[in-house]
């Protein structure tokens, strides 16, 4: 993957710098390009771009790349770049805020797998209260199967099928797969949260198309 | 320190309700044993985990934030979260409602129970770690664990600050060390305690959760370990259920039983693995502490 951090974009950079740091409330002007954060960096090595290499593009503007790369996708979210940083960014942070960025802007991601997964699960925990298991692996594989199927790849879909049957007969053997449907009963005021996240959403996608560019919501 | 016995607000989570069932059971009993008494918060919901944050910025501080107030209304002082992932998500939504007071009035609308923001939240070593301190956990010990050399694996949830002042070292954490070394077993220092496991990625990303638990793997055997202990049930199943694929994929020969802290506690106070349902761990658990005739 070729990155070009060092073309600056001095009108996309501010506009960029002024969202990023007020969704991800991370003062990533502090960065000084120690590479702390990328040398414990988790997933660094799949990757082949790091926290600093991302803040990079945040400053000079680089969106595009910033919103459409591997770190975005597959950062796990274990915040060692945090606890390792001099300046106390939560680069985490900041790959978690470019990630709801790039969705709300529409751009593909990666690894379309781990954005249906996120889904699946914020989805079924909101429909019930708590999260069933089964129900959103349940929920998640058929995302992800069917995304194998509009592409003509059978073996791929059936290699999945497979796969995620000898995962559930193993943990079923083991007992730790449960049938039962857990609910909380006030699932009401969750559900009703998902409505204000969603509504908040849809806000900020509208401001963007209306030219008016980040305005908190 | 605590002098008089008070009740503990108690947020088992969903996976403590469904594949990691049994370590519900054991927090319950190795705190009863202690003489604290839980008390499980009345109709709790899912906290949203890391996959909220990473879906909507207000959904991921709103879920938790419903379980603050459930638990707080009771009266409740201090509330325990075993699991890593809903205690760091916990403590992220208490933090931003601490500092956006705007957010937590639009939360409080929709809530019965509203946040004040008095709870103290406690991660299951920390809880542990006092019953030690008060003298209660030495009392109860009956057998030592002589020969186990455990990698205390602490995974990346526990000690994640996110500028919250933690209990422990956050890169080099010893509360499972201090306990496991008072039970007597020989805690090995290792270079991946607080490494991450891939959580989620292991069923969306496979190919990268694979490689780290590769090398937490690695290192542990290469220390000379001889079991893997954790507090956190997503670490647990992880490096449980997907010992073989890792391994065989890593080229390690060497299959580690995978702990929970709660099980080795219960050992050496007395309580058989059996009673403790042991038996749904993937990776045998019986036969290493037979082996060392430790039941």
Same mark, same amino acid.
């Given at each position: 993957m070729t990155i070009s951090s060092t073309i600056y974009n001095p009108q996309s950079a501010k506009t960029l710098i002024d969202e990023v740091i007020e969704r991800s409330? !991370?003062?990533? @002007?502090?960065? @000084? !390009?120690?590479r702390r954060c990328a040398s414990g960096c988790t997933v660094g090595e799949e990757t082949g771009i790091t926290p600093d290499v991302l803040i990079r593009l945040i400053i000079t503007g680089n969106r595009e790349e910033a919103l459409d790369n591997a770190l975005v996708w597959q950062c796990v979210s274990c915040y060692t770049c945090g606890t390792r940083c001099p300046n106390n960014i939560q680069s985490g942070r900041v790959t978690e805020t470019l990630k709801k960025m790039s969705r709300e802007e529409d751009v593909i991601p990666l690894n379309p797998n781990i954005a249906y997964f996120h889904d699946a699960f914020v989805q079924g925990c909101t429909r019930?209260?708590?999260?069933n298991e089964m129900e959103f692996m349940g929920y998640y594989e058929l995302k992800n199967i069917g995304k194998h199927l509009i592409n003509y790849q059978f073996k791929k879909a059936y290699d999945e099928i497979v796969l995620q049957i000898k995962l559930g007969a193993s943990m079923f053997k083991q007992k730790r797969l449960h049938l039962k449907l857990h609910t909380s009963r006030g699932r009401k005021e969750v559900k009703q949260f998902y409505k204000m996240a969603m509504k908040k959403k849809t806000a900020l996608k509208d401001d963007k198309k209306s030219g008016f560019g980040y305005r908190h919501v | 320190m605590r002098e008089v016995q008070m009740d503990v607000a108690y947020y088992p989570g969903c996976s403590l309700h469904q594949s990691s069932q049994f370590y519900d059971l054991q927090t319950r009993r190795i705190f009863s044993e202690l003489g604290v008494s839980l008390k499980e918060i009345e109709d709790w919901s899912c906290c949203g985990a890391t996959s909220a944050g990473k879906f909507n910025d207000f959904l991921a501080v709103a879920l938790p934030a419903r379980n603050l107030g459930i638990a707080e209304q009771a009266g409740f002082k201090e509330m325990l979260i075993p699991c890593s992932g809903c205690y760091s998500s916990h403590l992220m939504s208490q933090t931003r409602l601490r500092h956006n007071i705007p957010l937590l009035h639009e939360i409080n609308g929709e809530l019965a129970f509203k946040v004040t923001n008095t709870l103290k939240l406690v991660n299951i070593l920390e809880l542990f770690l006092e019953a030690k301190d008060n003298g209660r956990f030495e009392s109860k010990i009956v057998k030592k664990l002589t020969g186990l050399k455990p990698a205390c694996y602490y995974g990346c949830m526990t000690r994640f600050a996110y500028d919250v002042p933690v209990s422990d070292n956050v890169e080099n954490p010893q509360g499972m060390e201090t306990l496991l070394d008072m039970m007597g077993a020989e805690s090995r220092d290792w270079?991946?305690?607080?490494?991450?496991?891939?959580a989620s990625a292991a069923i969306n990303d496979p190919d990268t959760a694979f490689n780290l638990m590769g090398k937490i793997m690695k290192n542990a055997v290469k220390r000379g370990c001889n079991c893997i202990v954790t507090t956190c049930p997503m670490c647990q199943l992880n490096l449980d259920a997907y010992q073989e694929k890792f391994c065989n994929k890593a080229g390690i020969y060497e299959r580690l039983p995978v702990y929970f802290i709660t099980e080795l506690m219960g050992i050496a106070m007395g309580i058989s693995l059996q009673e403790m349902n042991a038996d749904r761990h993937f990776i045998d658990v019986f036969g290493l502490v037979k082996e060392l005739e430790l039941v």
């Open positions: 409330s !991370q003062n990533i @002007y502090a960065c @000084y !390009q120690c019930w209260g708590r999260v | 270079s991946y305690k607080t490494a991450c496991c891939g």
